[in-house]
Each structure stands twice: as structure tokens, then as C-alpha cells.
């Protein structure tokens, strides 16, 4: 069991793959093991016409299923998540994400949509039964720019807020909590009204 890094930009280079790989840098450092899902590399036809049968939808499915923790990243896209991420999203069965833990991430042209993480995203994850949503890591386009050769670069500026992020999904990674709560001896129920 791995952490699974999804891709949701249909772009390459991608601004919000680049905040993916600075995820994925800093678990190769903490010796977590990864692997990546871009989305875009799935079959087209799967996706526009939601054959959950086909054969790329199934391995995807099934990439989902072996994860203990999926990193989510994705563009802004008319203040919301982009479209090809919803398109995947949608082949996953209703409780895909049940007992995991998902660190969502996107990129936007300016700050003014950085909510659309916990306004669009958060609530689909929730459907799908994710176990715990950290608090997502949103970037501007002017943090993530374009290096002179080619790849984009992640702002130093950005790093305390990514170490804590893949803090807490490293703490995630712990065993999973127990079905329901243990029961609390009436001694020690306390009421604060
Ligand atoms: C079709 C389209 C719609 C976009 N809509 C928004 C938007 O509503 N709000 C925003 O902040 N940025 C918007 N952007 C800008 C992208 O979110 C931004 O450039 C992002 O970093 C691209 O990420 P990517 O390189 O991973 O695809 C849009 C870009 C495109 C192509």
C-alpha cells in the first residue's frame, strides 16, 4: 500500500502537477512510497462516455482501491475542480475512498477561487466516503512559474504550508481508527453546560 498521487490537470507541464511533485519530493524524503494517476493519460473514451467497464477504468479503480492515501491535485477551472478530474471521479464506485485519508491540492490564476477546494472538491470526497480530508494546499499561478527551462518551479514560500500538509498525511498513514467509538464510563462523561 502505497499513497497515490492523482493528477487532474488534462495539461502538460501542469502548474498543479508541479505542487503534486513537491508533495511526492517531500514523502520520497519522509521513505513513503508513491505512485502517480494522471488523469489525462487515461483512455479518453472512458472517461467522456463513463465506461466503468473498460479496461483503463478498472485498472484505475483498482489503483484507487490499493491506496492507502491519495494525494489529489487540480487546476481551477470556472471556480471549481477541472473537468477531466470529475469525469474520473465519477467511474469510482460510491464508497471508493472509504478508510482513506486524501490531501487535496490545486492551482488558480489568482487567490480569488482558493475556497473552491473545500466548496467543490471537499464535498465529493466526503460522498465518496474519504476517512479523513486534510486541509487542502491551494497555489497561485505567480507561486508556481515557468523556470527558463521549461519545467514550472514551486515557490520557497510555499514550503512550510506543503511540509504541513504532508505532515499530516504522513500521520495518516497510522493504523486505521476502530470501527465507532470506545465506550466512555459514566464517571467520566463530562458535561460543560
Ligand atoms: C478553462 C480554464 C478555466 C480557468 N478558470 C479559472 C478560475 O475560474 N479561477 C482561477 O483562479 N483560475 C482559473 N484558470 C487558471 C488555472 O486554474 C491556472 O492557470 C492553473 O494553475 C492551471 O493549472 P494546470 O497547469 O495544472 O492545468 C482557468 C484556466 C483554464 C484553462
Known amino acids: ?34 505512485q502517480r494517476l494522471p488523469v489525462r493519460e487515461l483512455e479518453a473514451q472512458a472517461l467522456l462516455h463513463g465506461d466503468f467497464g473498460s479496461a483503463s477504468a478498472r485498472q484505475a479503480v483498482e489503483r484507487v482501491a490499493r491506496a492507502r ?7 481551477v477551472y470556472k471556480a471549481a475542480y477541472s473537468g477531466v478530474l470529475k469525469a474520473f471521479l465519477d ?7 472509504k ?16 475556497l ?19 486541509p487542502g494546499v491551494y497555489a497561485t499561478d505567480a507561486q508556481v512559474a515557468l ?22 498525511l504522513v500521520e495518516g498513514l497510522g493504523p486505521p481508527l476502530p470501527h465507532g467509538f470506545a465506550a466512555v464510563p459514566f464517571a467520566q462523561v463530562r458535561c460543560s453546560v
Do not use: F, N
Open 147 to 168: 523556470a527558463p527551462e521549461g519545467a514550472y518551479q514551486v515557490h520557497p514560500d510555499l514550503a512550510p504550508r506543503l511540509d504541513d500538509a504532508v505532515d499530516a
Open 99 to 114: 478508510g482513506k485519508t486524501v490531501l487535496p491540492l490545486a492551482t488558480g490564476g489568482s487567490p480569488h477561487h482558493m
Open 91 to 97: 467511474l469510482l464506485p460510491q464508497t471508493a475512498l
Open 69 to 75: 492515501a491519495l494525494v489529489i491535485a487540480t487546476p
Open 116 to 134: 473552491a477546494l473545500d466548496y467543490a472538491l471537499r464535498p465529493v470526497l466526503q460522498a465518496l466516503a474519504a476517512r479523513h480530508i486534510l
Open 1 to 34: 500500500m502505497s499513497v497515490l498521487l492523482i493528477a487532474g490537470s488534462p495539461s502538460a507541464p501542469s502548474r498543479s502537477s508541479a505542487l503534486l511533485e513537491a508533495v511526492a519530493h517531500r514523502l520520497a524524503q519522509r521513505r513513503v512510497g508513491v
